[in-house]
């Protein structure tokens, strides 16, 4: 009844006001209502609620006192008291906390100057949800865009009531959108390039489809490096990225850049446009001026585009390919590069297929520089049957022709011929054991038995350096042979690999001469620990050689686990692979990476590669990380061989952009 009388009082609004109160006084003269005890009003999608309350009709006034909460749609403002006009949902509150986006603005005084406006002064930011945050941004004036954005001038962060760092301006974005701001800049020092400020950048989202990254670097002994990078994302038809980075060094004064592009296209008809480019001006660019651990190592550039399509019979490919190696100084450029084959047919037993290729490739070294192309066409028949239900027999013939640009004697386009032909056989034997050996029940050994002949006439070609795989064609006729020996057992209907050999050998019927030996060998494949090894009997020294090793596992370390007492932690495990080689001199490394959780918010990781040959640690590293509710931190160190360095990482968890690193602690923990 109070609703509908409200109503009919106040019907210039189009909407009824809902008034709830312990007590409801109404003053017509004054047109005034007071709400004591409980106060709660409603009005479209704004809702308050304050121990007492105030309506001036003739202002569309709402004064709150007493813990007033404004609700508007999915933002909260509190506070000690507050003014608010409900027509033009303007006001403000003293002492007032907003919850928006992402986060929690509070201040002395704010002021709802729009819809979708807060200001605040002598205000702060979080994202910290607890009563006495663990940081915040401090600001005398800021300027709050819901779903948008803080706009704040002289920012202090603080973390636990310290001064941590400190920006004239500073945007933050409250939305879950991408937005436009600054980045945070991360300054630091580096044996190279001295003391510097990198990622002082301008991030600007264009459109929907496309943003784009502006940076500065500045580095002590270097000077300035300039950089974009731009992103797009068109229709799910075009995607890809465009990164330039520029530097004019100040001591030597030569200029040095990095080129990287990625571009990916759906084109008309079906046809696929890729495009990839890595370029760098030097072989030591990524070593003196990335961050990136896994960039430094690389000393060459390179790029290629493709177009290709696929058919119902097969599929079309042209690209062209680019790569300069500046330690061993040599270029190779591929221009172009075009394939089109035919996918394999079966016409019952019998199968064919057709594959045509043209290459043209230009190299370059400090002594040589030649060109090379080819047209080449290649076709294959070949059948293929079960006899008696236990014997594959196979067999086939490949005939390759093709036109080279010119022979060894500087003759034009010589026509080259290739003929080869095969059959094989194969077939397996089973058996089961009839003991067990715990924890075992069985044991399965599968024997697979295959040979076969391959062969080749003399077919005399112009003498040419090969190319395509065509060049001098010599009569050959080999008998080969495979052994292979499976060992599987059986536990609770799980079969278990344990242990694969496969030996394999050729006799030369022309030469009359039989081949080396091969072994290759893997176990307990399908279980955490496995390995594999390969080895080769070399019949003139009556020896086996060339032995390579490797052996991988991912260990459970349940018993750290059980350890952490009383805490719920990330269970710890241990990673091990180990690599031997002894060809032309021994080789071997172990790679250790051991992890888990110390206590329920800090995790441990230790990675290390040892040289067994050599006797000494190839890189160490190790990793603490603590979660400190709102915001984490991350401590790194890693050493490769004379070579260390450290990182210090700060950064909030809704805020992952803005970080804190090591340069801000060089007094705490100096580099030298």
Not at 37 to 52: A, H, M, R, V
Not at 589 to 598: A, C, D, R, T, V
């Amino acid at each position: 009844m109070l609703n509908f009388f409200l109503f009919f009082i106040f019907s210039e609004f189009k909407d009824t006001i809902n008034f709830k109160g312990d007590s409801i006084f109404y003053y017509l003269e004054e047109e005034k209502i007071v709400l004591k005890g409980n106060s709660y009003i409603k009005y479209k999608n704004i809702e308050l609620f304050s121990d007492s309350c105030i309506f001036l009709r003739n202002e569309n006034l709402l004064i709150a006192k007493g813990n007033p909460i404004l609700i508007s749609g999915k933002d909260t403002l509190k506070g000690d008291i507050m003014k608010f006009n409900i027509k033009t949902q303007k006001g403000y509150v003293y002492k007032g906390k907003s919850k928006v986006e992402k986060g929690f603005v509070w201040g002395e005084k704010i002021f709802k100057t729009d819809k979708k406006i807060l200001k605040g002064y002598t205000g702060f930011f979080t994202t910290c949800e607890l009563t006495k945050p663990h940081y915040y941004f401090t600001s005398k004036r800021m300027k709050i865009i819901i779903d948008d954005a803080v706009i704040a001038s002289d920012v202090l962060m603080k973390i636990n009531e310290i001064p941590v760092f400190w920006a004239p301006f500073w945007i933050f974005p409250i939305t879950r959108e991408r937005k436009s701001g600054f980045l945070i800049p991360r300054p630091g020092r580096n044996s190279y390039l001295g003391l510097y400020i990198r990622n002082l950048s301008y991030y600007w989202v264009i459109n929907n489809y496309m943003d784009l990254t502006l940076t500065l670097d500045i580095y002590e002994k270097k000077g300035p490096l300039f950089g974009f990078d731009f992103i797009y994302l068109l229709y799910k038809k075009i995607s890809g990225n465009f990164k330039f980075t520029y530097a004019k060094e100040i001591d030597t004064k030569i200029k040095r850049w990095s080129l990287t592009q990625n571009h990916y296209q759906n084109l008309p008809l079906n046809f696929t446009l890729n495009a990839r480019t890595d370029f760098i001006s030097d072989e030591k660019y990524f070593l003196e001026y990335s961050d990136v651990r896994a960039q430094r190592v690389k000393s060459e550039s390179e790029g290629d585009i493709s177009l290709s399509r696929r058919f119902k019979i097969g599929t079309f490919f042209i690209s062209s390919s680019y790569r300069k190696d500046f330690l061993n100084k040599k270029e190779i450029l591929r221009l172009p590069n075009l394939n089109f084959r035919i996918f394999q047919k079966d016409f019952g037993i019998l199968r064919s297929s057709l594959n045509i290729l043209y290459l043209r490739e230009i190299y370059k070294d400090t002594i040589l520089k030649e060109e090379k192309s080819g047209l080449k066409i290649e076709s294959g028949i070949g059948m293929n049957k079960m006899i008696f239900e236990i014997i594959n027999f196979s067999t086939g013939i490949n005939i390759q022709g093709g036109i080279l640009n010119k022979d060894l004697k500087g003759k034009d386009f010589p026509f080259l011929k290739k003929l080869n032909g095969n059959l094989s056989f194969g077939t397996k034997v089973y058996g089961i054991s009839i003991f067990k050996i715990p924890p075992f029940e069985k044991f399965l050994h599968t024997i697979t038995i295959s040979g076969g002949y391959g062969f080749s006439p003399y077919i005399k070609n112009p003498p040419v350096k090969e190319f395509l795989g065509l060049g001098e064609c010599k009569r050959t006729s080999i008998l080969f042979f495979n052994l292979i020996n499976d060992y599987e057992g059986k536990i609770k209907n799980q079969r278990i690999h344990l242990l694969s050999l496969n030996l394999n050998r050729s006799y030369d019927i022309i030469k009359k001469d039989f081949s080396n030996i091969n072994l290759i060998g893997d176990f307990l494949r399908t279980l955490p620990l496995s390995g594999n090894f390969s080895l080769i009997y070399y019949k003139k020294n009556k020896k086996w050689k060339d032995l390579t090793l490797n052996l991988s596992g991912k260990i459970p370390l349940k018993f750290l686990s059980d350890f952490i007492i009383g805490e719920e932690v990330l269970p710890w495990d241990m990673n091990l692979t180990y690599t031997y080689k002894n060809i032309n001199g021994a080789k071997g490394f172990f790679n250790l990476n051991i992890g888990g959780g110390l206590t329920k918010n800090l995790k441990f990781n230790f990675n290390a590669s040892f040289d067994t040959e050599r006797k000494i640690f190839v890189e160490r590293g190790l990793s603490l990380t603590r979660d400190l509710h709102c915001f984490s931190v991350r401590f790194n160190w890693y050493k490769i061989g004379k070579i260390w360095d450290y990182d210090l990482k700060i950064w909030i968890t809704k805020l992952p952009d803005v970080k804190i690193e090591k340069g801000l602690f060089e007094a705490i923990l100096p580099g030298k």
